[in-house]
């Protein structure tokens, strides 16, 4: 077999491996609930009786085992079960209708987010790159600590009241449903999309200016610049070539980091997505949607650092033989 | 940093000697740095004697205008609670929840992490699965999901956060022991029949404690930055207690007003941040130039 393939199959497993000892942890911290479920929602003053019916209808009287079996092979299918909001009464909600149209929104917001903030990103770190020392270097350097180190709601509120508030060129809050023609729907998620960019910018940007500055000392950069190619050349030509294995794991990791960030920008600017949605069922401890909710999440995750994993191996063949 | 001062006898003098030596060498940023947690350590131990008002006391009127000859410096929030000493009691809830859970996560983590280095076996398999699992997932996002299950609240906030962070201190702390437990004066102490206690807390944990200091800052940060996005969120330090992260979120309908008032306490969070990373990047930069020395 080809050696790159083995490694990506080898990364393959890996991932499988760990996205099952997520989804157990996932299930059974639900498992570990002191006091049980039942307990917790229905409060002191719940008789056995109630308790009983309660743990019936949702069927958890029956073994741990049995109901994650039945639970990874329902979710598999889409099917995460029921809302906790609808038991008892008449409107019972599947948890995937509740996920479905959150999932598109949010994906379309980290899509946006990532086709701009890429290839800024690449542009800034090779421009950095290139005047490195200098003060357009400074400059860059310090703006991007700086939002490193914020939390995400600041940046957004300080754009929200500068582009919304004092120039009302957006507006402050992403009001959109599934009727909301696209353009609009652009439109009215920029400032989410802005927020999410600053903050993923600075990360994708400073790593691919540390991974051309750390080729910049080899010696076939050296014999490039002794050739009397220009500097441009030799980070377009010589440097970045090299360095796309490290710059492309960044940017996998940066995507990665977009499915945790775009919790809280999707809470301060009530745009409908899924993060959203899972904050307000663990206000309600509707636990079958946040299950749901954080297996979407992991498995972007894992998906994305598998992609990463096996794209750094693919530009570094280094890595395909382990000493 | 290498260049100027060549082999002095910088080692014969007194550690307080040493200390001022290296502070005068420190850069403006790592100043502000200092300064700026000095302020922030002093509102919160001293936070009643500062605060001009009660932590949850209600003074006034809600959504009170401030100014330097108003009574509330910063106005009141949307209950009628003074603004101003709220912030100065979230200094001491916020950071002290955080400082707690990252102290917490250290202990764990570390012990684990340098036992796992020196029994490789199964203790290392499993401890590193685990670990490798509870990595594979966002820790907001667990947070999350731990807290909709075992419910809020400040105890369960800390337990969760102490042990979710403790993966990534396992992590480095099993890696900086693992070159460690492999020098030869592990092994006389070994040989020279010293217990497991002896070789944790006198060989190794010495040696691998520069990189973790630097870590707890940074580790700081993280938690903290998370227990302010998660008490913004409504989920993590709930109130009447007085804390910057719920703070934004309780007067974040006055931003659509233009009014500035929730930035105040984001204004806390992002300038401990940025102080903790100036922080952070001076001692680093200090810790690789002593390494360049050698």
């Known amino acids: ?323 | 940093m290498t260049a100027g001062h060549p082999k002095s006898p910088r080692a014969r003098r007194g550690r307080f000697a040493a200390v001022r030596r290296e502070l005068s060498k420190a850069p403006l940023s790592a100043w502000f740095a200092m300064i700026v947690i000095a302020i922030y350590a002093f509102c919160a131990i001293f936070a009643p004697l500062i605060a001009p008002h009660g932590e949850a006391e209600i003074v006034g009127k809600g959504y009170m205008p401030g100014g330097w000859h108003a009574d509330f410096l910063l106005g009141t929030d949307q209950i009628g609670r003074d603004i101003f000493s709220r912030l100065i009691y979230g200094a001491r809830n916020t950071i002290g929840v955080a400082l707690v859970a990252t102290i917490i996560s250290f202990f764990i983590g570390i012990a684990v992490g340098v036992l796992a280095a020196l029994n490789r076996g199964w203790f290392d398999q499993v401890m590193s699965r685990i670990a490798d699992a509870l990595l594979a997932m966002p820790a907001l996002i667990f947070a999350l999901m731990l807290l909709a299950i075992f419910g809020k609240g400040m105890l369960n906030l800390i337990v969760i956060l102490a042990l979710l962070d403790a993966t990534r201190v396992f992590r480095l702390s099993r890696a900086a022991a693992m070159n460690v437990v492999v020098m030869d004066f592990v092994e006389a102490a070994r040989l020279r029949g010293e217990g497991t206690g002896w070789i944790v807390f006198k060989e190794i944990i010495p040696n691998i404690l520069a990189p973790l200091v630097t870590e707890f800052g940074l580790r700081f940060c993280f938690v903290f930055l998370t227990i302010s996005a998660l008490s913004f969120l409504g989920v993590g330090i709930q109130p009447p207690t007085a804390d910057w992260g719920s703070m934004v979120a309780e007067n974040k309908s006055l931003i659509t007003y233009g009014n500035l008032t929730p930035l105040y306490a984001a204004g806390a969070i992002v300038l401990l941040t940025v102080a903790v990373n100036f922080l952070v990047d001076w001692l680093l930069y200090r810790t690789s130039g002593l390494r360049d020395e050698q």
Request: charged content about 10%.
């Open chain 1, 1 to 323: 077999m080809h050696p790159v393939l083995r490694t990506a199959l080898q990364r393959m497993g890996l991932s499988l491996l760990t996205l099952f000892l997520v989804s157990v942890i996932i299930f059974s911290s639900l498992a570990m609930l002191p006091g049980g479920f039942a307990e917790t929602v229905l409060g002191q003053s719940a008789t056995p009786e109630t308790i009983a019916a309660f743990n019936h209808a949702l069927g958890l009287d029956r073994p741990a085992y049995i109901r994650y079996f039945e639970w990874v092979a329902h979710a598999l299918q889409g099917d995460f079960g029921y809302s906790y909001a609808g038991v008892g009464g008449s409107v019972k909600r599947s948890v995937a209708d509740v996920i479905a149209p959150r999932l598109y929104n949010t994906f379309f917001l980290a899509i946006m987010t990532a086709i701009v903030a890429v290839p800024l990103a690449l542009f800034l770190g090779v421009l950095t790159a290139l005047y490195r020392n200098g003060w357009f270097d400074r400059i860059v350097n310090a703006t991007t600590l700086t939002t490193i180190a914020m939390p995400e709601f600041f940046v957004a509120y300080v754009l929200m009241v500068l582009f919304a508030i004092k120039y009302r060129w957006f507006y402050s809050l992403s009001t959109i449903d599934p009727s909301t023609p696209f353009w609009e729907h652009v439109y009215r998620a920029v400032l989410p999309a802005v927020t999410l960019m600053l903050v993923t910018v600075a990360y994708m940007m400073r790593m691919t200016r540390a991974a051309i500055i750390n080729l910049l000392a080899s010696p076939h950069i050296e014999m490039a610049r002794l050739k009397g190619i220009s500097p441009a050349m030799i980070i377009l030509r010589h440097a970045l070539p090299n360095a796309w294995g490290p710059i492309v794991t960044v940017i996998a990791f940066s995507l990665a980091y977009l499915v945790v960030g775009v919790v809280v920008v999707e809470v301060v600017f009530v745009y409908p997505g899924i993060g959203q949605l899972m904050v307000d069922a663990v206000s309600s401890r509707d636990v079958p949607v946040v299950q749901g909710c954080t297996l979407i999440f992991a498995v972007t995750y894992i998906v994305l650092n598998l992609i990463a994993d096996v794209i750094g191996v693919v530009t570094n063949p280094r890595l395909l033989h382990p000493k």
